[in-house]
């Protein structure tokens, strides 16, 4: 076994006792390194595979690990618990939850289901959803959670503004919702398995005796509360090994704290540490840049990778006149591989900084008949006609859900509109029912008669056969019986539109995924199916055998590696992003998530960016991004289209440092300045030259401002 290894990671392999963290820098093995350090565990026979837990972030990583761990140890492997955080939670809360008041039956609400209840606690506390969007009190509220702080404390939220004031109006109450529900959203999976931890000493001890050796990967992502969960179950033991890279942290707009790897020998005492610097990925030109691109950062451990790998062809670098230009360069050159036989579209990715800038990218590669997949875009489980099957097992499931109640009134009404719903309302919130409880006691109430009875009595009378049904038949069948029972598909099937056939096949394809997860997992119910959904992540889409482009953010790039990568938009206030220019940590992990699409390449980068772009609504000049700058002259290979090679654009060819020495100007886009008065900002925009010479900053403090640079007395930071 250990032959396959190199030295450094036979040391990591090798390690038995006490915590170990793994600097495993990109392409480095380190999914090796996990797999073959549990293989070495079990194979010892000192260590059951009942007393392992591998913990990965994403269930496309997980399956990986769990198919790497089969082939090197075959059935041996099948106690040990391989799974992604949120997974593992799920399944000790199935187990556990009925000592924190929630019923064992609990359901999941994914984003869609958060921002109808939040929209719902809003009407509440009559509050507008338009002026207080439900996505950004969602994200701000997983932001909290994330922190570890609870609806009874409140008082640790910032009274900064009317936006957090309602924050602390909804929060409290949007828990009260979910527990009323018997739901957890997203971030409850860890809060409560925390609370659960510390709240019963018992659970946790037991937990810890069944985990004795606890593996990590990617632990440079992990939060808070994930950092919480670890300590908390290696406490007892301490034999924990975690994997990550500094420099590839780039979560932490979603709460990820690159001090949790940075401080992990302060917080596990007497740990080894292991850097793994040998990429296998890469060629030498790609990853001397990546590291000239990456030693820049100050918040790092230090490590320079390197390869036996060729030194492969230099980084090309196109500067194209406009955003239409960039993506025709892109279809251009993919089709040029294609036809010499170099890549398959497969082996091709475009990566971007923000969704916005992959509409042209898709324009050029469909007018040139390129086939894509957009990884990131609309998720099969967020489809609208997926959701409200889905809505139905739910119910099935937990019939207090009261979001996917509203789904079913909303999309399949069975005859209870809005003056029935809001009698239902009120009905079960005079007697503090659940909406559910409140439907039952109506049917059998003398104050409700006639078509309002009815309809209600018909309704309950349907979830009965469902929930009947799905007592004894697989996953499948219960979702071929409420496309049935519900005519929802006959529905579909009488609209005869394209979109209407294109859902009907979705639900089809669903029924596909319920038959595969039963084939896969013994002892499916609806439940664990509901489960599996809810945790279905963005990149757990990505096929690579589809023959198509990848198209997706850099965020999403994070685990993936192509023969070809194109990085669009590498200019100023793109990327590195403008809401990252004037904070030195924001700035970091932008530089962290260039090095990030730099190391997903093998053979081929492309950095591409143009002179004018319309983005948002506007039209931006831009600087090419300092991130070209900081890479060797050498390494790099300029290509500049004739078509605006004359004098008014010349000089947007060259990189700021280059063009300040021509135009004699020492401001240019994208300059982070200070001001006595307004403080510190960042340069949007120069016209005029000379003491005529007009600068539009903007101010954090201040917002926007025009000033005569002559007189202003900026800073350049």
């Known amino acids: 076994m250990l032959e396959n290894l190199n030295p450094v990671q036979q040391k990591a392999v090798m390690h038995k006792n006490g915590p170990l963290l793994v600097i495993a820098g990109a392409g480095s093995g380190k999914t090796r390194v996990i ?24 269930n496309k990583a997980s399956s990986e690990m769990k198919q790497r761990m089969e082939s090197l140890l075959g059935n041996k492997s099948l106690d040990a618990w391989v799974s992604t955080f949120h997974s593992a939670c799920v ?38 959803d338009e002026k207080y969007s439900p996505m950004g009190i ?25 936006y957090d004031d309602v924050i602390r109006k909804i929060f409290p109450l949007y828990q009260k919702k979910l527990k009323a529900n018997n739901a957890l959203d997203f971030d409850d999976l860890l809060l409560k398995t925390v609370k659960l931890f510390k709240s019963e000493p018992d659970v946790l001890e037991d937990y810890q005796d069944r985990f004795q050796y606890i593996l990590v990967d990617e632990y440079q992502d992990t939060n808070y509360l994930q950092y919480l969960f670890i300590s908390l179950l290696a406490k007892k033991y301490q034999n924990i090994c975690v994997v990550g890279d500094e420099d590839q942290s780039i979560y932490r707009w979603r709460g990820a704290d690159i001090e949790n790897i940075l401080s992990f020998e302060k917080n596990f005492k007497n740990t080894k540490i292991i850097k793994l610097e040998e990429n296998y990925r890469s060629t030498k030109i790609i990853l001397e840049a990546s590291n000239y691109v990456i030693s820049k950062n100050r918040k790092r451990k230090g490590k320079i990778l390197f390869t036996n790998n060729g030194a492969g062809e230099k980084i090309t670098y196109y500067r194209a006149f406009n955003e239409i230009e960039e993506g025709d360069y892109i279809s251009r050159t993919t089709l040029e591989f294609q036809r010499k036989g170099k890549a398959n579209f497969s082996d091709i990715a475009v990566f971007y900084r923000t969704n916005a800038q992959s509409r042209v990218i898709e324009e050029s590669l469909r007018k040139s008949g390129i086939p894509y997949q957009v990884i990131g875009g609309l ?3 967020d489809r609208k006609e997926i959701k409200d099957v889905i809505a139905y097992c739910r119910v099935i499931v937990n019939p207090d859900d009261s979001v996917g109640l509203n789904r079913i009134f909303n999309t399949n009404n069975h005859g209870i509109g809005k003056v029935t719903l809001n009698k239902i309302n009120n009905f079960a919130g005079e007697r503090k029912l659940t909406r559910f409880q409140g439907m039952r006691e109506m049917v059998q109430s003398k104050a409700f008669a006639g078509a309002v009875k009815n309809r209600v009595e018909k309704f309950c009378s349907l979830l009965g056969r469902l929930r009947e049904f799905a007592g004894g038949n697989s996953v499948s069948e219960v979702i071929k019986y409420i496309q049935a029972e519900t005519g929802y598909v006959d529905k579909l099937m009488n609209e005869n539109s394209f979109e209407a056939r294109n859902r009907i096949e979705n639900l089809k394809e669903l029924i596909t995924a319920a038959k ?10 609806v439940s664990n199916f509901l489960d599996q959904a809810a945790l279905v992540s963005d990149i757990d889409s990505f096929d690579d055998k589809h023959g198509s482009v990848a198209l997706m953010t850099l965020h999403n790039s994070k685990g993936l590696e192509f023969p070809v ?9 793109i990327f590195p992003h403008i809401r990252s220019m004037s904070c030195e940590e924001e700035m970091e992990e932008e530089r962290r998530l260039c090095y990030v699409g730099m190391t997903r390449t093998k053979n081929r980068l492309f950095f591409l960016n143009a002179v004018t772009r319309k983005i948002y609504g506007m039209e931006l000049t831009n600087p090419p991004s300092e991130f070209i700058e900081d890479i060797p002259a050498e390494l790099i290979e300029t290509i500049s289209p004739s078509q605006y090679n004359h004098s008014s654009l010349t000089y947007n060819r060259f990189p700021r440092k280059i063009r300040q020495q021509i135009d004699g100007s020492k401001f240019s886009i994208g300059t982070k300045v ?5 403080g510190n900002g960042i340069i949007l925009d120069v016209n005029g030259s000379n003491d005529e010479e007009i600068l539009s900053v903007f101010f954090k403090g201040a917002g926007k401002k025009k000033l005569k640079s002559k007189y202003a007395d900026l800073k350049i930071l």
């Open 35 to 58: 797999t073959y350090r549990v293989a070495r565990l079990i194979n010892e026979g000192e260590v059951s595979p009942h007393n392992i837990l591998a913990l990965t972030f994403t």
């Open 91 to 128: 399944r000790i809360l199935r187990t556990e939850i009925d000592r924190l008041g929630y019923s064992k039956d609990f359901i999941i609400y994914d984003s869609i289901d958060q921002n109808a209840l939040i929209k719902e606690c809003l009407g509440e506390t009559g509050l507008s």
């Open 138 to 162: 969602a994200n701000k509220i997983s932001l909290i959670k994330n922190e570890k702080i609870e609806p009874d404390n409140n008082n640790s939220i910032d009274e900064t503004s009317d």
């Open 379 to 381: 998720k099969f489980y």
């Open 516 to 525: 595969s997860f039963e084939e896969n997992n013994d002892g499916v119910s």
């Open 565 to 573: 990568v194109f990085i669009t938009g590498m200019e100023e206030r």
């Open 674 to 678: 200070a001001h006595s008065t307004f």
